[in-house]
């Protein structure tokens, strides 16, 4: 019956192992850090990094189905231990199909600082219309308890206070901790998870040399953004008809 | 039919897929950023790189040909959306033979903070007898209407109102926005490309030791850029007869 | 003889040339700096890298052996000159089972800052509760006799005089000269000098943006070192039981 | 005749063949940039690095051999247009054996700032007890007349007006220019290039967290160089006779 559901599954499993390879590639999780995850919402499964597990010696088969609650299914290994975060994500915003979570050296400073980025060039204004967020720091208790679920929470509370669109805004700043990004699938959301960090890189050498980290013009912003995104959008190869089909 | 275009084109269209694969290769263009363009001046033929095709992916056939116009010749794919960008650079200077648009770090970064660059040492003069020019920022008429052609144009505008040569002044950052560069054709635009980035990340290390950017003397500038440039020139392997002969 | 013993020390002479490879690859010993040795405590045998070879060339039988107090046994080449350094730190704590010591070049130029680095996010917390710690500076006769070993003893000196437990505070930086780190196992060692480098590179882009280096609060600090070790851990794939069992 | 001189010279054309592609592995030398040279004192001949040549393609017939006034003898190309800054160091030092040249970043950032770099860690005692020093500008006419000369005669200036010692003293930085080197033979050389770069890159980030640049006591730097050269010398495998003899 395991195999019957992974057999189902196998498309998003690969998607999901895929992923979690790249991420280790682009070099955004050294060692075990970091993590990847899509749901399968039609199905209600969810594939997600083991936990503690060496990126070059994931299999497919290590790939861990849980169902929208978290429980294991038809899987050896535990899941990531941040999984409720993920949860969270999911059960918030139908239009996110898969959340990454890594400690790339750039963003998890800048996640360290509190530091929001706003707009600093067409770059940013490329993959998102919205500064980069921070959330706000937790309380004692929901560090204590249920950490990983508030670590979500607090994710999705940042987003809904701001009246973001999750499609707009593919990544934000956990205060203290590190990054998460996400996307339609696997494959969208570690390339949001790329271009976070390549973003706080470059604000960092923008503001040594500035001093300070100011928007670009917003109709500059929306140019870029809509060129790529939404259905005026005329990048890539492929007619756009939602947003966030980039081709 | 598109078959004798391609065929006779064989040449420029290897050299814009080479220049590609450097490109990324070099590390300058994460993704699916960036582009390089080559114009065939006898043919009126421009080859440039697909929109939105990832590096590793990108085939010989795939670079797309169009006329000086920008309409689409004998080929399948859309051209890149900055096209319009290199066609305004092709139209005022004669001399420039290719063109390459990056998002490499460090000089984004120096674009994002508008900040010019003077000639900070040799390895610059080397390359360039002037700074590293900033365009203006552009209106919100020219953002919202043929942004990419308006783009191209505030760099023939800074160049002219410099009273530059584009054979000495070989890249410039577009304000907000990222760096671009030229040469006689795709191998040499890259390679003026790789070069913009290191100076600016050494100009990078060179403001924090110092706290300020300052230029060398005009005398040194001329010996480095000469002795490698000109009739004069004596680095490299070849007679040296035009400017921008390097071997 | 010397063939019985190395025989029997098989296990940690591969697990410290394994250790030495990955020191290097993950690029925290340029040329031949850096050192990483292991202890076979019922045999008394420490097992530790050669002095001045090149990382590429140390094969399995270079790997040299001493007995607690320094002696070469079986072994054709000399030990890292450093060697003192590891058994100051075997001989004061029973749970260093390996030492591992880089030029890393953050962690490093935190050394010659002589800058402590609080727990600036949950990268930190998850490996250790503590600071980075700085050793106090040597006296001029510390340094003219015994260097080596008393580098060692003033890490030791530290390590009590805050009272740290070894397990818990797996690095520190030795004052004007670099980092330390240390684990059960030669793998362990390594892993905490990549984690440490790491956390320096971070500490660094943080400062540069914040002004400051800020700890972030106790509560956060033991919830994400205490879900990845000790009795209560629940991150990875194996039944965690004594400390620093990460799997 | 050529193939008999060549043939005379093979280890010395070999050793300058590999210290060159050495250099680009090492990252040092982006493009066409530096140069490596060394010199047969009995013979009165330099082997050195064609001009303008890419690292990859240079084959060991590629290296061009000179006299000692700089006369090409016995080779196809030309040499690199930096060899008479080369034969000034050869001319004035004959412990020197070996010269290189790069414009490696965090070095030419240096030069660029004319920032001396003093003793900041035990790092730089291991290769050199005196300070990174900078020489001084070229006055006009120096630049315009026998350029590369001058640029070899004012580090050589420098060298002699301080009263260092090549063998202690195995790396400079040209004012507004870049980084030199030297060594025994030209893997030295390169290795002393390799370490002046990393130096620099940590004297960079020391800067950034401590806010000055301050030397470590002369006694520790005292130790660390003479526990790897000179005769009381103690690390490595090799027993050391001569100054800088590092196994």
Not at 28 to 31: A, E, S, V
Not at 59 to 63: L, M, P, S, V
């Given at each position: 019956m395991h195999g019957t559901i992974r057999a189902k599954m196998k498309k998003v499993i690969e998607s999901v192992w895929r992923a979690n390879l790249k991420l280790n590639e682009a070099g955004?999780?050294?060692?075990t850090w970091g993590n990847a995850s899509q749901i399968d919402r039609a199905r209600g499964l969810i594939a997600i990094k083991p936990s503690g597990v060496t990126y070059e010696k994931i299999?497919?088969?290590?790939?861990v189905l849980t169902d929208t609650s978290g429980t294991i299914i038809a899987s050896r290994l535990r899941p990531s231990s941040d999984l409720a975060s993920h949860l969270a994500l999911y059960h918030a915003f139908p239009s996110v199909g898969a959340v990454v979570h890594t400690h790339s050296a750039f963003a998890t400073a800048f996640a360290q600082a509190c530091l929001p980025v706003p707009c600093l060039g067409t770059t940013h204004a490329d993959y998102s219309p919205c500064p980069i967020h921070v959330t706000d720091p937790m309380t004692p208790s929901q560090i204590r308890t249920d950490y990983e679920r508030h670590t979500g929470e607090m994710i999705v509370k940042k987003i809904r206070q701001l009246k973001l669109v999750t499609t707009q805004c593919p990544f934000i700043l956990a205060a203290q901790h590190g990054p998460f990004a996400w996307g339609k699938d696997a494959a969208e959301a570690v390339e949001n998870a790329i271009v976070l960090e390549y973003l706080c890189k470059m604000a960092f050498v923008t503001y040594v040399m500035k001093g300070k980290l100011k928007s670009i013009p917003q109709v500059l912003i929306d140019k870029h953004f809509f060129r790529k995104h939404g259905i005026h959008a005329y990048y890539g190869q492929q007619k756009v008809k939602g947003r966030f089909k980039i081709s």
């Open positions: 955004l999780t050294p060692l299999k497919k088969e290590d790939i």
